[in-house]
């Protein structure tokens, strides 16, 4: 044993742990009015993500839009890029410590700095009754990164695989800004996984995942904050009960459909972080 445990160990684990970040100042997503607004909607527009694929969309400023599976159990990998400068993108990390490690109805995909404001809110998620499981699952987590072709690279000694999440998002973005590649891949960016099932080990605390409890008619619904580009990758893990990074697991394509609200939005577009540096 290289290290010693102290005599107070005990005392020193039952401090009570404190919220990072209590959210009970955040700006009132008010779902109400928001749902009100739903009820007016029409759909102008739908996407279909093929399997192992990755596609791009546009959601204008207070439309929504709603992912949705279709065929069977399926992941994907979300991106979301201002349409005004891509370089302002979802922050996965400041949205997990803003809500916790998995989003659900109510919850906001905030964006990176210097902008932390709200790019899209989500308004219907029909998985919520998932909860929290027995193994500290649950589900559309902000904890994952996206499966990418280095990490499996170095993990597998060398095995390349060109339909990774991160690399679909890639093409997909590239295609949307018409632009290359290698320009592009530096605002691909973590994800939210939506429909994922994951947690960390209670015992090693490594992240898992599980399979998606998400079947066909499921979906997951925002509203749109401002306007915006969206990234989607039919994650080649499927439906994520044992591999990604290959083409061995099933896979399954993703809907996603855009409506409009009818009439004007009375809802004020937010704006960047206040912060100024001195
Ligand atoms: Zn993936």
Known sequence: ?????????????????VICYPNDTLPDPDLLRLS???MTAR????????AREGRCFRVPAGHFFRISSIEGPQVGDLNLWSAADPRERFYSGKTRALHGSHLTRGDRMWSSFPHLRPMATVTED????????????????????????YTHHLLSGGDDYHHCCHSNLTRALAEELNQPCAEVEPLVHDVLNVFMCTG???????????AS??????????????????????CP?????????????????LLVEIFAPAGP?????????????P
Do not use: N
């Open 1 to 17: 044993m290289s290290y010693i445990i102290p005599q107070d160990a005990a005392e020193r684990r039952a401090v009570r742990p």
């Open 36 to 38: 009100d607004l739903r």
């Open 43 to 50: 759909k102008t527009g739908e996407c279909l993500v093929p």
């Open 126 to 149: 029909t998985l919520e009754w998932y909860g929290i499981d027995e193994f500290g699952g649950s589900v559309h987590d902000v904890i994952g990164t996206r499966c990418d072709p």
């Open 200 to 210: 960390f080990t209670h015992d090693t605390g490594q992240y898992f995942m599980k």
């Open 213 to 234: 409890p998400v079947r066909p008619g499921d979906y997951i619904e925002f509203f749109a904050e401002i306007d915006l580009i969206g990234g989607l990758s039919a």
């Open 237 to 253: 893990g499927g439906d994520c009960s044992a591999e990604h990074s290959s083409d061995t697991a099933a896979c399954h394509p």
């Open 265 to 277: 939005i009375d809802r004020p577009a937010p704006q960047p972080s206040g912060y100024r540096w």
